[in-house]
Nanobody, 115 residues
Framework: QVQLVESGGGLVQAGGSLRLSCVAS????????MGWYRQAPGKQRELVAV???????NYADSVKGRFTISRDNAKNTVYLQMNSLKPEDTVEYYC?????????WGQGTQVTVSS
């Protein structure tokens, strides 16, 4: 059974930092592309950042220079370091593992940035 478990969300003041973690089980983590997405109420889920099995990264324009995605294959974990947080970053963040047609999601973790 595949599980993706996110943690690290919470309440932070604007300009602050948080680090999200996602621990995967039930997959060969090292061969999957891992990503972080976010979704505001009533809106479509959007890409925040992805990292391939080879370590290549891609970011949404809105987070470039502020967020960093990384992975630790030994720990089956993907991270999202979020710096210079803004109130508009306040949404639910979801971890994703993708490989071909295999697509798995975590339950999400809420990030709230106060102004």
């Amino acid at each position: 059974q595949v599980q993706l478990v996110e943690s690290g969300g919470g309440l932070v003041q604007a300009g602050g930092s948080l680090r999200l973690s996602c621990v995967a089980s039930g997959i060969i983590f090292s061969i999957y592309t891992m990503g972080w997405y976010r979704q505001a109420p009533g809106k479509q889920r959007e890409l925040v950042a992805v990292i391939t099995s080879g370590g290549r990264t891609n970011y949404a324009d809105s987070v470039k220079g502020r967020f960093t995605i990384s992975r630790d294959n030994a720990k089956n974990t993907v991270y999202l370091q979020m710096n210079s947080l803004k109130p508009e970053d306040t949404v639910e963040y979801y971890c994703n593992a993708g490989l071909g047609r295999r697509d798995y999601w975590g339950q999400g973790t809420q990030v709230t940035v106060s102004s």
